[in-house]
């Protein structure tokens, strides 16, 4: 088989993978092609007030890479043109972003629900402690990464002390009526601490929900597994602990032609800080844009054109395939 690579921003060489891609999709008679656009993903900087080791946009307090008010002007004009059913809304901590209010109440004016990508411990800077009546009042769907329902492995991937500050961010949202069934959705994510795939999403749910409620209290709705994806700073983590071969043949060897068709990438676009349009958040932080042939910034955006589009793919996407596959929604295909 060839042997694929991709160049990797801020890495020393390129991803290497025991497999191409595209041979193994074609070899079970697939393409890598999206359908309509449903989900509009924004990305609004990676400016973040943690620095956690798997975070594939390499994210942390020292960047600076934060969403204008011009382009987040230019989402909200396409919102408005083209009614999104979903408008996704990450970072970084997209809360740190000055335009991140006006996002979110816009959007839910004009119609679309609205997930935030919400790391809890944001919760606790200054200026952000209404977050949860601020989530309530605009019915903001909160999906907010957990490592762990133990405090060791938690502040082992996001740093000391993190865990307690989560735990009193749910308890927070929790009082506010999010992960209560009352229609405030609060979903976790998963992602393993170390070079392995996740376990099973519907076994991994229903242990965080047992014991974050025996030990704390806490509820949430659903608990989404994601794969470590062999970017930015889990790729150098792979190779300072010499697991980056190891790794990425893991993922080719559980590749699942059945997660092909919830693939994120077939019904998602995804927006960067300065406008530029992307197949997925994974394609974003590697600088791998849409196809040269569509419309290459969110002001340009014609949702005829990207329908059917060809999506551009690399050696990460083993990561999305492994398994049970990967999304932003956990896993794609269900037990």
């Known amino acids: 088989m060839s042997r694929q690579t991709l160049p990797v921003i801020g890495g020393d060489a390129p991803l290497r993978a025991p497999a191409d891609f595209g041979e193994k999709l074609a070899a ?7 359908a309509g656009v449903e989900v509009l993903q924004v990305n609004v900087g990676k400016l973040c007030n943690q620095a956690c080791k798997h975070c594939h946009v390499d994210a942390s307090p020292r960047r600076t890479e934060v969403m204008p008010a011009e382009v987040a002007e230019q989402v909200l004009e396409a919102v408005r043109r083209f009614r999104f059913p979903v408008v996704d ?13 006006r996002l979110v109440t816009e959007s839910r004016r004009l119609g679309s629900r609205v997930m935030v990508r919400h790391n809890l411990t944001v919760m606790f800077e200054p200026g952000q402690e209404d977050l949860p009546e601020f989530f309530r009042g605009h019915s903001v769907e909160v999906v907010s990464s957990l490592p762990y329902y133990l405090g060791r492995q938690t502040d082992a991937q996001r740093g000391p002390g993190v865990f307690d500050k989560s735990i009193e961010a749910l308890k927070r949202l929790n009082a506010a009526g999010y992960g209560r069934g009352d229609g405030l959705t609060l979903d976790l994510v998963y992602n393993p601490v170390g070079a392995f795939l996740p376990p099973p999403q519907g076994s991994v749910e229903a242990d965080f929900k047992r014991e974050l409620l025996a030990r704390h209290g806490v509820t949430f709705d659903r608990l989404y597994t994601i794969t470590n994806m062999p970017i930015r700073r889990f790729l150098e983590y792979l190779r300072r602990s010499g697991n980056e071969e190891r790794y990425m043949r893991r993922l080719v060897d559980a590749f699942n032609p059945a997660a092909v068709e919830g693939l994120m990438c077939r019904t998602t676009l995804s927006v960067d800080w300065t406008g530029r349009l992307y197949d997925c958040d994974f394609n974003q932080m590697l600088g791998l844009g849409v196809d040269g042939s569509l419309p290459q910034t969110v002001a340009e955006f014609d949702p005829e054109r990207f329908e059917g589009r060809m999506v551009a793919t690399g050696a990460h996407c083993f990561g999305c395939t492994a398994g049970a596959g990967s999304s932003c929604g956990g896993a794609v295909v269900k037990s």
């Open 28 to 34: 079970h008679g697939l393409s890598p092609r999206a």
């Open 89 to 101: 809304i990450t970072g970084g901590a997209p809360e740190l972003n000055p335009n991140f209010r």
